[in-house]
T-cell receptor, first 116, second 110 residues
């Protein structure tokens, strides 16, 4: 158990819909990262928040957005869903924003999104 | 970030050491070598990282060549629970993201 929690575990929805994925980081971790893992793209970094502020963006679509709340939990919002958005979505957390060589990321169990 | 090259797959006998190679010939001086693994669709798990010295922790050992162009992750006594995809990642120390490649699928057989 990494200490990172994600809800829900599974989500099945239809094309065109909007969903929200939730992540609670490990106690004390200020950074939250979102990754997408699909069969054809592998594990890809989406976005990072540090203490409520966006710090880095990866291959995140404009239809996707995220935020980190004052209690440090984070939500990833996916809208206008397409079949290709079906994937595992992982949240990870770490203590520091950057710079530390011990900035390893601890991953949650993931949310499996299926778009029908 | 420097690109890494890993074998697609490898088998290992239970109880034996598993040696996982990684090539990172374009690594630069401020880039670290990280290893993560992912067990069957679970979240990736941090294993170990290093800059230029060999490193060991309770999970594994990391051997980095003197020219830093390649490294080997050693699982000293592989168990069936070590069956997973192992990712070698080269990362600038102040970078945020982890860039995962295809990794090596390791199958430990009884």
């Amino acid at each position: 158990d990494s200490g990172v929690t994600q809800t829900p575990k599974h989500l099945i929805t239809a094309t065109g819909q909007r969903v929200t994925l939730r992540c609670s980081p490990r106690s004390g971790d200020l950074s939250v990262y979102w990754y997408q893992q699909s069969l054809d793209q592998g594990l890809q970094f989406l976005i990072q928040y540090y203490n409520g502020e966006e710090r880095a963006k990866g291959n995140i679509l404009e239809r996707f957005s995220a935020q980190q709340f004052p209690d440090l939990h984070s939500e990833l919002n996916l809208s206008s869903l397409e079949l290709g958005d079906s994937a595992l979505y992982f949240c990870a957390s770490s203590v520091t924003s950057s710079g530390s060589t011990y900035n390893e990321q601890f991953f949650g169990p993931g949310t499996r999104l299926t778009v029908l | 970030d420097a690109k890494t090259t890993q074998p697609t797959s490898m088998d290992c006998a239970e109880g034996r050491a598993a040696n996982l190679p990684c090539n990172h010939s374009t690594i630069s001086g401020n880039e670290y070598v990280y290893w993560y693994r992912q067990i069957h669709s679970q979240g990736p798990q941090y294993i170990i990282h290093g800059l230029k010295n060999n490193e060991t922790n309770e999970m594994a050992s990391l051997i980095i060549t003197e020219d830093r162009k390649s490294s080997t992750l050693i699982l000293p006594h592989a168990t069936l629970r070590d069956t997973a995809v192992y990712y070698c990642i080269v990362r600038v120390f102040n970078d945020y993201k982890l860039s995962f490649g295809a990794g090596t699928t390791v199958t430990v057989r009884a």
